[in-house]
């Protein structure tokens, strides 16, 4: 019968999980910069991909 | 010939291109460069975006005062067990390629550890191992690549800035709580009659409950703070009927849940917060990478090289001169000090202080202001005054730039605000009064749900969405301003004024004309072997125009420093300079810039240089003048004046050779007539940048640094000036048509609250509602206005 106080708890356990995870990424400072992240994430795999080459890359692309 | 282009940088290589690795560059920098990366395995730059490169620099001596130990540990941020970070600021950022390069920095050199950029504040952050390595060697190491750092008196001292975030917090807070309580309140909502769900009513009202205390305590705290203020200095500001609105919401609600006559407000309360808080974050959006609020400080060096008796050499930061100090001003820097030239050829480029670039040449014993930048060589200053008591820096000791023009400025939302609180408060009680004779157990509810409904959400929303939307779309035409009230003042301005130099004229002198008996082209072939020696930069314009001639080579040449040229071929002599020089004194035309031409058979001519005017910029007065006084300040001599006249409508006032505290003065009297708008670009429009209602700043690269204004332009962006300010009172207007909007909201709910009939429900639909359609009628709005305004710009 009082299984709703069970799931009101988990829920808002649940929801006070996600807003501590938003402070933390505000304190962390995500949001100060919401555009260079967006390009640096496409860089990470061609950085790899030419380090993987690094000894064939006598000839660069153009 | 096919015109090449440079791989590395993207601008013409001219005739001379530079071969190298099967690639074409403009010069040895962008070479160097390229060949940097390409060793280091960082070709991958130039496929990220073509041509992405600048340029490297080319004063290496510039950065000796980074060997200053004390000086560096001003600068950088961190500095602890052999490692530092430093936040520096690169101009030359401008596309993915920077950031990927700049980020790649530690493949250039082993001791950096890492660099992250932050691209829309155009800023660098250098973590880097001090073992065999230093800021100085970081620094040279950007500039070789083309990334020369920006190092400026303002960075000094300064420690890192902590960022605030609390509004980010605070609309966290809000959105969460807001979240929560609409689901919590949702069996209500449907008034589901079964046992189940009403038996556990209070404790749904009481997490409700729980949940708006943050929100009524953290996430609403400025609200109470700005009415409290506005209260204490006697204004209704729109924040009254807000902190009234939010505190009887929750006060209301807390008694409803604890009498158990309702399940409150909550929802409203928490919704409200919200979407207010939403229209300041939307409101906020600044341009990161553009400072409006600089000073001289921005432009001065830290440090300078100071000469002791016995000729020794030591860097200092600027604080430390002294009058009586001998100071060291190398080529390309700028001078902080008033002082006496002891030593070298002095040609000071005034351009940021006077906006003028025809270079001064001063001889020995002259006294040289702040603020000057010397063209070419070394040159050796006695200190006559201290850096804050220099002829410039001075005019920053004015009291016009503590004053907070904002602070003055009624915004349109505060003037309604307050005609609204008294409306609300005047409908609340007598409503209430009404209720008191009718039914007295309903007169407390009306009053608080006239109060709770009349909250001005959609009202306080109209203004950070119309104007914030407004700023975002004249900053996408090259209008960037400092925040939306600038928008509103821009509409209200009835005196526009006009620096000359650098605003109406482009920076460079463009235009040459020739006047006199006409050259041989012998004459033309020595005149351009002269010039080639010559460094003097009216010697490079001419000789920029003289290209199709042909080289010869002289038997004779001589350079008299600040006069002018002399040159024998055979039996010819040409001699190039002031009139003075040549031999001439023509009375009538001294105040133009000439070049004077005369050989062995006398005079000859002259050629005149002309500031080229902007285009556009005649159609511009002549829109303008049709809402506005008009009138341009300049700091030069009276030479333009006929020209002016000829090309600006009539009754344009023109005024000349004004210093920059005259300036100032100058717009004080404007302003008593009326609202002035100043447009200036250097450092000696500042002072009237900064007394006028609205200071724009213009420049033809924005990256560049502009004196502390209330919005910076770009100059290809001037013509459309009018535009600009048509939009902006358009914009004031779509601001009213919100308020209208929302009114027709509040008396709906006026309705439900005055007949005693508000539900929560009602409430909960009306706010959200209201809000939302305030939001889109103005972000469609201005987009619909900028899009019409457009299209009658294509028109003219």
């Known amino acids: ?62 | 010939m096919e015109n090449r282009v440079c791989y590395h940088c993207g601008d013409s290589c001219g005739k001379h291109s530079i071969h190298y690795d099967g690639k074409d560059f403009c010069c040895h920098g962008c070479k160097t460069v390229y060949s940097i990366f390409t060793e280091n395995g960082l070709e991958q730059f130039y496929e990220l975006e073509e041509k992405a490169g600048s340029s490297p620099f080319e004063n290496r001596e510039k950065y000796e005062f980074l060997d200053n130990q004390e000086i560096v540990s001003k600068l950088v941020a961190f500095d602890e067990d052999g490692v530092q970070v430093i936040e520096l600021s690169i101009p030359t950022i401008h596309c993915s390629s920077c950031i990927w390069l700049l980020e790649n920095l530690n493949r250039l050199h082993a001791s950096i550890i890492n660099a992250q950029v932050n691209f829309p504040k155009k800023k660098v952050r250098v973590t880097y191992n001090t073992k065999d390595f230093s800021l100085k060697t970081l620094v040279l190491l950007l500039g070789s690549i083309g990334y020369e750092p920006y190092i400026s008196l303002e960075d000094y001292g300064k420690k890192a800035k902590t960022v605030d975030r609390s509004l980010l917090y605070r609309l966290g807070v809000a959105g969460f709580a807001f979240g929560n309580v609409m689901l919590l309140s949702f069996p209500e909502y449907f008034e589901v009659q079964e046992f189940w769900l009403d038996q556990y009513k209070v404790v749904f009202r009481w997490l409700m409950f729980a949940f708006s205390l943050p929100v009524v305590f953290y996430a609403a705290k400025d609200y109470y703070k700005s009415a409290l203020s506005g209260l204490r200095s006697k204004i209704l500001n729109i924040d009254v009927p807000i902190a009234l609105g939010i505190t009887v919401l929750f006060l209301r609600s807390t008694v409803d849940i604890i009498g158990g006559w309702g399940s409150g407000f909550f929802d409203s309360l928490t919704g409200l917060v919200f979407f207010l808080l939403l229209g300041r974050f939307f409101q906020q959006k600044t341009y990161a990478f553009l400072s409006f609020e600089r000073d001289y400080r921005s432009y001065f060096p830290i440090a300078v090289t100071r000469v002791s008796k016995e000729g020794a050499e030591e860097n200092i930061p600027i604080h430390e001169i002294n009058t009586g100090d001998s100071i060291l001003i190398r080529s390309q820097e700028i001078i902080p000090v008033d002082g006496i030239l002891q030593k070298g050829d002095a040609q000071i480029d005034y351009s940021f202080v006077t906006g003028e670039s025809r270079p001064v040449t001063k001889t020995l014993g002259d006294t040289l202001y702040a603020g000057g930048k010397q063209l070419t060589g070394v040159l050796e200053l006695e200190v006559l005054k201290p850096v804050s008591q220099s002829y410039l820096t001075q005019l920053w000791s004015n009291s016009v730039f503590d004053k907070d023009k904002s602070s003055a400025f009624q915004t349109l939302t505060d003037s309604i605000g307050k005609r609204f609180t008294i409306a609300v408060l005047t409908i609340a009680s007598l409503a209430t009064t009404f209720w008191l004779i009718y039914d007295v157990s309903l007169a407390l509810n009306v009053f608080t749900a006239v109060l709770i409904i009349a909250c001005p959400c959609a009202i306080a929303l109209a203004a950070p969405f119309t104007l914030g939307n407004a700023l975002r779309i004249m900053g996408k035409q090259g209008f960037y301003l400092k925040d939306t009230k600038v928008i509103e003042r821009l509409a209200k301005i009835d005196i526009a004024i006009f620096d000359k130099t650098g605003t109406l004229t482009t920076s460079d002198m463009g235009h040459i004309d020739y006047e006199g008996m006409e050259l041989t082209s012998l004459e033309k072939d020595m005149l351009k072997s002269t010039l080639r020696a010559s460094n003097h930069p009216l010697s490079r314009s001419l000789y920029g125009l003289l290209q199709e001639n042909d080289i010869v080579t002289l038997d004779e040449f001589h350079e008299k420093q600040g006069s002018g040229l002399e040159s024998r071929l055979a039996e010819r002599v040409l001699r190039v300079g002031s009139s003075s020089y040549v031999g001439t004194v023509s009375k009538d035309f001294q105040e133009d810039t000439a070049v004077y031409i005369s050989t062995d058979e006398g005079i000859k001519g002259r050629f005149v240089l002309k500031n080229q005017y902007r285009q556009g910029i005649a159609h511009l007065f002549s829109n303008l003048k049709k809402t506005m006084r008009l009138a341009v300040l300049s700091g030069d001599n009276t030479g333009e004046k006929q020209t002016l006249e000829k090309m600006l409508p009539k009754g344009t006032e023109l005024l000349f050779q004004r210093k920059p505290e005259e300036k100032l003065e100058d717009i004080k009297q404007f302003q008593k007539s009326g609202k002035v708008l100043m447009v200036g670009d250097g450092l000696n429009d500042a002072g009237a940048l900064a007394q006028s209602d609205v200071g724009i700043a213009v420049s033809d690269n924005i990256n560049v640094f502009l004196p502390a204004c209330d919005g910076i332009m770009e100059a290809a962006a001037l013509p459309d000036l009018s535009g600009f300010i048509d939009f902006s009172k358009r914009s004031l207007w779509l601001i009213k048509a919100c308020f209208a909007l929302s009114l027709c909201y509040n008396i709906i709910g006026l309705y439900f609250a005055v007949t005693g009939q508000l539900e929560p429900v009602i409430a909960a639909i009306l706010m959200p509602l209201s809000s939302i359609s305030i939001v889109a009628f103005a972000t469609l709005g201005t987009n619909y206005l900028a899009r019409k305004s457009r299209r009658f710009k294509k028109l003219i």
């Open chain 1, 1 to 62: 019968m009082s299984v709703i106080y069970v799931l009101l708890t988990i829920s808002i356990c649940v929801a006070i999980v996600f807003f501590i995870a938003f402070l933390l990424s505000v304190r962390a400072g995500q949001y100060d910069d919401s555009y260079t992240p967006s390009v640096r994430m496409l860089f990470e795999d061609e950085v790899t991909i030419q380090s993987s080459d690094e000894t064939s890359k006598s000839n660069p692309k153009i």
